[in-house]
């Protein structure tokens, strides 16, 4: 296929029905609103499921019944929207029933407003809904890599029975740029032997998250844990660029990545040795490979666009092998590659180098 | 009695090995958690029944509600999901929307639909979603020990109403069969009581009806049942259902608030 100028939430959107989309729930938001309605003209005109929710929570709820039928099933929203399908996420979680959702993220809190923004990171790495779980969260920094996680987001979700986010900010969602979407690919004929499909001779399936003895429920915990434990050993994705000798790492993802990519460029062509790691998968985070890298970088550098939410992780990961900034622009604010190169600049003062150690972390794409 | 008729039973073996009552093949063969006197387990019965005379087990699939009916997914022998609280009808619309084959059906009580879910339920009933709804009215939340419903009557006492329920302060009870006749999606609203063998055969009917509405493809149809709580209505059962005859139904009438013309069709076709 080759490529073509497309909008990231309409890239989103269209790779999600290639991906073989069987039924889309939502209810419009800005900035995601053009997925929604790429999803009312293409979804019926391919026989599929497209319905407008009275709400994000009703959109949510849907989402878990035809989930658990076992089809490709998604929702989009941004912030606001994913407040209000917290609980039907946790239901979701409890019952084990595969979805995507996509979270286009927006400046908060409160209505905030509708620029792009990093400011959901902690509500869906670490708390998108009540009780134990987590759900898988990936970060595309194009709109090329927003389609390719639509696609794996699916593919994820029903290889661990499990909700998968994309998360893209309002920056991604609004972007055009040249990009190449997936064959299509038909929604499943057959069913998984989980789904509520009708007992017709077969035992009854029963999709739940009640469990009221405390054994039980904790047996389920327990399942859900280990299933997190096997996602955090095989799902952990990332990108580094020019971290092989540098002194100072940049951790950023999504937009705010794409953004300090131009600055590491910059900072290179200056003589200053700085790498970029930018985390693909936000959960599993990619601790372990920050730790190897905090061995041998004198400091780090976390932006996002949010007032500090991943930069916690990093500290977790790195746990004191090296110093961690943070530089964070809010509010719909969007830090310039100018801005992350003052911070850089003023880090490569402050601190001394260590001595450099070889590696062999990660995708390393050397900077022209 | 039982003494009476047995010393007449030998004379007509036939009589004794007649199978006059069976277990219907959609309910489970478990007890249910249901205090003694309850209805909500004759309505569950009901419901089976139905779903045995319409041959739709292997193709039906139920969603539970939060409340008492929490563990209707154990009692019924077909597949089952556990909604959240109130959202049964927005779970239900995700899962007939994709296997419109199947018989969906809700079974919510008054604070499931009518307080927490009112915002999913009017909008399934205004899409004319192709379910069936059953709402379960016992004018009080049972399952967490007898707090003000939304369909609680005007002064009700119950663990959040101590000194009767004051509709000053919480407004009048929700008459929700009457609300939702009035939405143009709604095939078929009617309310139906069990609280004697009369209105037990009229709600049979009703849910028959109610079903064969899917069936047929004819949108959306709801049947509320005024039910007896007798644990948190602190009487005995038999008083109980004096109390729905007496207290419930005057502010309840029973009858049809909404029955489409698609429906009368069927009905018609059916005799």
Redesign the interface.
């Known amino acids: 296929m080759a490529k073509e100028l497309l909008k990231g939430n309409v890239a989103i959107a269209e790779a999600a029905v290639r991906a073989g989309l069987q039924a889309y729930f939502g209810y419009p938001i800005t900035p995601q609103t053009e997925l929604l309605e790429h999803m009312s003209a293409r979804m019926p005109e391919l026989g599929r499921t497209f319905l407008q929710a009275e709400s994000e929570v009703a959109a949510i709820n849907m989402v878990y019944g035809a989930a658990s039928t076992g089809v490709r099933v998604m929702t989009s929203s941004s912030g606001p929207g994913i407040s209000l399908m917290q609980e039907g996420l946790s239901y979701i979680a409890g019952s084990e029933v595969p979805a995507v959702i996509v979270d286009i993220m927006r400046g908060g809190p409160g209505l905030g407003n509708i620029q792009p923004a990093q400011s959901d990171y902690n509500q869906i790495t670490k708390s998108a809904g009540h009780g134990d779980f987590r759900p898988i969260v990936l970060a595309p920094g194009t709109v090329q890599e927003a389609i390719d996680h639509t696609v794996l987001a699916f593919d994820l979700a029903d290889k661990y029975r499990t909700l998968v986010f994309v998360a893209g900010d309002g920056m991604i969602g609004q972007i055009m740029e040249p990009a190449e979407l997936p064959p299509m690919r038909q929604p499943a004929q057959t069913r998984p032997a989980w789904a509520l499909t009708g007992a017709d001779n077969r035992p009854k399936n029963v999709v739940s998250s009640l469990y009221l003895g405390a054994e039980k429920l904790e047996a389920l915990n327990k399942r859900l844990q280990a299933k997190l434990q096997q996602i955090k050993e095989n799902e952990v994705r990332f990108e580094a660029i020019n971290t092989a000798d540098a002194d100072i790492v940049i951790v950023a993802f999504g937009t705010a990545g794409r953004i300090a990519k131009t600055a590491v460029t910059e900072a290179r062509r200056q003589g200053l040795r700085v790498g970029l790691f930018r985390p693909v998968t936000l959960f599993p985070f990619p601790s372990s490979q920050l730790e190897k890298l905090a061995a041998r970088t004198k400091a780090m550098l976390v932006v996002e666009m949010n007032a500090g939410q991943m930069v916690d992780d990093v500290k977790l990961a790195v746990n004191g092998k090296t110093p961690v900034q943070f530089y964070g622009r809010t509010g719909g604010a969007v830090a310039l590659p100018d801005e992350i190169l003052d911070q850089i600049i003023l880090l490569d003062k402050r601190y001394p180098a260590k001595k450099a150690t070889p590696n062999g972390q990660g995708v390393v794409i050397s900077v022209a | 009695m039982v003494d009476v008729m047995m010393e007449k039973a030998p004379e007509k073996v036939m009589w004794a090995e007649k199978m006059v009552y069976e277990r219907p093949a959609a309910l489970s063969d478990i007890p249910t958690h249901y205090c003694p006197g309850c209805t909500h387990g004759l309505i569950h019965k009901l419901i089976g029944e139905v779903i045995d005379e319409l041959g739709i ?5 139920s ?2 509600p939060v409340g008492c009916a ?2 209707m ?2 009692y ?9 609280h109130g ?1 049964a009808p ?10 419109p084959d ?1 018989i969906v059906f809700t079974y919510q009580g008054d604070g499931d639909m009518a307080s927490i879910g009112m ?2 339920i ?2 399934a009933a205004t899409r004319g979603e192709n379910i069936t709804v059953f709402f379960v009215n016992n004018a009080i939340y049972g399952m967490t020990g007898g707090q003000m419903a939304p369909t609680s009557l005007p002064g009700q006492v119950t663990g959040s109403s101590p000194n009767g329920r004051d509709v000053e302060m919480t407004g009048m009870p929700i008459r929700m069969a009457e609300l939702l006749a009035g939405l143009p999606g709604a095939s078929y609203v009617v309310r139906r009581s069990v609280h004697n063998i009369q209105t037990i055969k009229q709600a049979k009917k009703a849910i028959r009806t109610a079903f064969q509405v899917q069936m047929a493809g004819a949108g959306f149809a709801l049947v509320e049942l005024l039910s007896s709580c007798p644990t948190n209505w602190k009487m005995t059962a038999a008083d109980s259902l004096t109390w729905i005859k007496e207290n419930m139904v005057p502010y309840y009438p029973l009858g049809d608030y909404k029955v489409a013309d698609v429906v009368k069709t069927l009905n018609n076709r059916g005799k």
């Open positions: 087990r292997q193709r039906t699939i969603v539970s929490v563990f997914y154990d019924f022998d077909v597949d089952g999901a556990e909604a959240a959202r927005a779970m239900a619309t995700g899962i007939k929307r994709v296997q199947n915002a999913e009017i909008w």
